[in-house]
């Protein structure tokens, strides 16, 4: 299994393809805040969630579904967007308030990396908390070829994704012990994304509040809870599994 890291939508290959060079799976990561507040929506039992990159598609969509089965997540800036159900806080979406509900999702940043991997065979997306499940199911579907895509913040580099990224590293090479299921870095981000996991894998939380994503969450408001629930590690066995086009469910 080689495994490439890309910090952002931006600078993912424009081929995708797996028998033209691209993937046979892709790690969607947005620590801060969006795929921690998939995985654990999906945890507390809803439906799906189904991911926009822009709030006009995820309205008409919203719109053709069931008004008391669906809930609308949008942020913008870090910031709900108004008028909205939710944000982008994995510590709102409550068993009592998603259970059985499909989220309409849109973010600032991560649902635009799910867009950008799309129609990718095999698609997931991980935090830190699921980074171990995540790795062992790529390693069951015998996954060769991998692409893990950070979300940044509007094209930068984000330290915190990286940090989760590594982390997916870290649990695929542990995981792959068998000689055919040898796991490489097959770029320099993620040998880079590895090298920081080793450095920070035990003080997650700093690193996240040390990020320039973290320090604008602390710039706009108390966010320590969320600081604690995306800094915490191999505390999920939940898999969002894309199963139909922008469609994430569990598994």
Request: negative net charge.
């Amino acid at each position: 299994m080689r495994i490439s890291y890309f910090h952002s939508s931006e600078a993912v290959p424009a081929v995708i393809a797996p028998g033209e060079g691209g993937p046979d799976a892709a790690v969607v990561i947005d620590v801060l805040r969006a795929t921690t507040t998939i995985a654990w929506s999906l945890q507390n039992g809803a439906e799906a969630i189904q991911a926009f990159a822009d709030l006009a598609s995820l309205e008409q969509a919203a719109a053709a579904w069931p008004e008391q089965q669906r809930l609308r997540a949008g942020e913008r800036g870090g910031k709900r967007v108004e008028g909205y159900d939710l944000g982008n806080s994995p510590l709102a979406v409550t068993p009592e308030l998603v259970g059985g509900k499909r989220i309409f999702m849109s973010t600032t940043n991560g649902t635009r990396s799910l867009a950008a991997v799309l129609a990718v065979p095999l698609l997931v997306t991980a935090c830190l908390g699921n980074r171990t499940a995540v790795a062992r199911r790529l390693v069951e579907a015998g996954a060769e070829r991998v692409w893990i895509v950070g979300s940044g913040w509007e094209g930068e580099y984000s330290l915190e994704d990286s940090l989760a990224a590594g982390a997916v590293v870290s649990a695929a090479m542990e995981l792959a012990v068998a000689p055919h299921l040898a796991v490489s870095c097959g770029n320099d981000e993620a040998l880079a994304a590895l090298a920081l996991w080793q450095q920070w894998r035990h003080d997650t939380e700093t690193c996240l509040r040390a990020a320039s994503h973290g320090q604008r969450l602390i710039g706009i408001g108390n966010h320590d809870a969320d600081f604690v629930c995306c800094a915490a590690v191999d505390n999920l066995t939940i898999v969002p599994v894309q199963t139909q086009p922008g469609v994430l469910q569990a598994s």
